[in-house]
């Protein structure tokens, strides 16, 4: 089927920042000096940079205009008041924590919410959910659904497996769960979204058990934007109209905004329960400052009112998530595998499959993610067994993660669809030699999250498939 034409920019552009292109000897001078680990390139010396949404977004003219506006007192400034307002509208909650960003918000969350053993099922938690669990003595869970393992193009192949919550529900006995959390989009599972249909399930579910629902909702207007155009009965409605719904089934939210808050930093909690607001506020005033700021400026908390607003435009949307769309069919038709449908906000390209040659244990997804620099300036990430896999303390047995992936992440407004046309040349260029990757070996790693900061090399002799 043709699809629709990719719609242009919803904006004119009114403030430009140059980016460089370095010569091929320079990258790989770069790239080695760096020890083959992409995070440790400098900003300035990437061409088109892909390793994250997060934070990373073009700021509107009325977010920068918004910027004067922000009132810096200590306590009930006006800016806080208007975030509370913005937030009040679009979530429906009583109360309104902002915090300096989401990891924050689950940590703060966690230390209040959760009894030492208890568990935590998530559709799939992101890295920073699952972290903040286990440091206060939670058992993390994903219940992925089964389509969320299917090669097919299927819809909402983010939501969360409600027959497992059921089940797992009834055998552990609700008062060994602290909370069920539905992260929208689903980040982990490739920003893929999550229906009404299973939202309302899940919220169901919860209440008949007497559970507390929370949503992770770092990307929530792409998640509706998806509910919108895929699932029957709400073309009509608009994207606010379909957040407020999404958000009338739970109890409370979290949210890193550095996402769809289309701003570069802030995140906040937001609920109705008077006692745990009261737990959450001293406990913030403890690590981030007071209810009225949580470690914001008053100018980040009025950049963020407009972004709030400005995301649920349904043009910003469309574009949006065209773009990617756009960006996932380029890649595909370069060449290399991909996650389809693409989600919200980044391609995820399938290492494993296209570099088969490469054993999990020398990092597909990693060799393809440094050939994407050094061929054309393009920063990605490992999305593989660089960053889950790992030797077990136990058994000393390496493992390794389900899938080989590269995410390649689009910032917010950031791109154009020339850059996008350049990263398809870029991947087509590495389709003609991928046979003469070579994968990759850690010279020294950390114990913690090693992909951000290991050593690497590139392997003397080809890895045998584990
Ligand atoms: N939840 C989800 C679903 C996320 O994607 C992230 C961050 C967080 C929570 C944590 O928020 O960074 O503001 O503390 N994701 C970024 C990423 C880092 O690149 O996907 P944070």
Redesign the pocket.
Known sequence: MQRKRQPAEPYRIKAVEAIKLQSRHEREELIAKGNYNVFKIDAEDIYIDL?????TAAMSNRQWAALMLGDESYAGARSFRKFEKTIKGIFGKKFVIPCH??????NLVFSNALKPGQYVPNNTH????RGNCLHKGGIPIDMPCEESKSDEPLPFKGNMDTVRLESFIKDKGPEQIAMVIM?V????AGGQPVSMANIREVSEICHRHGLLFYF?C??FAENSYFIKRDEAGYAGKSIAEIAQEMFSMCDGA?M????DGLANM??FITLDDEKLYEKLTQHLILIEGFPTYGGLAGRDLEVLSVGLREVLDFDYLDFRIEQVEYFGEKIKAAGMPIIEPTGG?AVFVDAGQLLPHISPGQFPGHALAVEFYVEGGVRA?EIGSLMFGGTDPDTGKEFFAPRELV?M?LPRRVYTNSHIDYIAEVAEKIVTRKESIRGYEILKQTKFLRHFTCDLAVCKSEGVKA
Do not use: I, P
């Open positions: 390793l994250t949404d997060s934070g960003q989401g990891r924050v918000a689950e992101f890295d920073t959910t992260t989009t689903n980040n982990s992770d770092a990307r979290m890193s905004a550095k996402k802030g995140g906000h990430v995410r992440c």
